[in-house]
């Protein structure tokens, strides 16, 4: 059988942020009835193999990059695993093997800086060499400067999670399990998830309005989070969530979690009661925050 040719659309895609989005949406309008829409990206990141004193923290693991590019609009995701023999190849056998053999490219969308093999020597040029159709899509800008995954996990290591969440067009969330802490927040009227997280960029330590989902359920938690050290009971670093309006059991369930705004830093009280206000004070504004936010900012989780 004749494999239907496709729009493949090659990059990391850390993120799946608006400039992705963009990619994706070129690849659809590029589409013939019948083509589908590859997304092809890599794993690990090339910066891990290459570069790896300067390799990123990733925003986004490869399965929920994968699930990601799913549900926005990539009929195929094609995961390749970089390594140095990968890197290795010359920009002619990338186009050769990957686009066109393995993946009966007829089309391929990219970015303004996509560059391909073995010392970047491929780009725009080299695809239509090789008789391909290449488009190119323009960055994309937002609040004056271009997105992008690293203008995004600056924002995160200082908190500014909405300005992240403009960029995503979601909520950057991290997934992970909850497991058992010490079960201070419950003898306080404040019982609380805490997470093992994936290995995922977090914001800075502070408290958060968050949203979540756990894994099976349609349902949207609201809540507040900590991340940080708790210096008040010397409990050590944690990311733990207490969600509004919820009785259950999470332990041991996966969820995500979604950073919506910023309510303050991590700080030190004179004991117990004065935390204990505080948190009544954050839930307070936490719940304020979420009433006013655009709840599709969170559709992804």
């Not at 391929?108 to 008789?131: C, H, I, N, Y």
């Not at 809540?223 to 919820?246: C, I, K, M, Q, Y």
Request: hydrophobic share 45%; charged share 25%; net charge neutral.
């Amino acid at each position: 059988m004749t494999l239907p040719r496709a729009i493949v659309a090659p990059g990391n895609y850390d993120g799946v942020h608006l400039g992705h989005r963009a990619l994706l949406a070129t690849a659809r309008d590029a589409a013939r009835p019948g083509e589908p829409v590859t997304v092809l990206t890599f794993d690990p990141h090339p910066a891990v193999v290459l570069s790896p004193l300067r390799a990123p923290t990733p925003l986004t693991l490869i399965a929920r990059r994968e699930a990601l590019l799913r549900r926005l609009g990539a009929d195929v995701v094609e995961v390749v695993r970089f390594d140095k023999g990968f890197a290795a190849q010359s920009a002619e056998a990338f186009v050769a093997d990957v686009l066109v053999r393995r993946l009966h490219a007829r089309a391929v969308v990219v970015g303004p800086d996509f560059r391909f093999g073995k010392g970047r020597t491929g780009g725009v040029a080299t695809l239509r060499e090789a008789g391909l159709e290449a488009r190119e899509v323009a960055p994309v800008e937002h609040d004056g400067a271009v997105v992008s995954s690293t203008r995004i996990r600056g924002a995160l290591r200082e908190g500014h999670v909405e300005d992240a969440a403009r960029w995503l067009g979601r909520v950057h969330d991290v997934g992970g399990t909850v497991v058992r802490g010490d079960g201070r927040g419950r003898t306080i009227g404040v019982p609380t998830a805490n997470l093992a997280c994936e290995p995922v960029l977090l914001p800075a330590d502070g408290v958060y309005a968050v949203v979540a989902r756990v894994a099976g359920d349609d349902a949207v938690l609201r809540g507040v989070a900590n991340l940080g050290v708790r210096p008040t009971v010397g409990a050590g670093r944690s990311v733990e969530a207490h969600f509004f309006d919820f009785e259950g059991d999470l332990y041991d369930r996966d969820l995500r979690l979604g950073f919506v705004t910023r309510l303050r830093g991590e700080q030190r009280f004179d004991g117990l009661p004065a935390l204990t206000r505080q948190i009544a004070l954050d839930a307070a504004r936490a719940r304020a925050d979420l009433d006013a936010a655009h709840r599709e900012s969170w559709s992804l989780l």
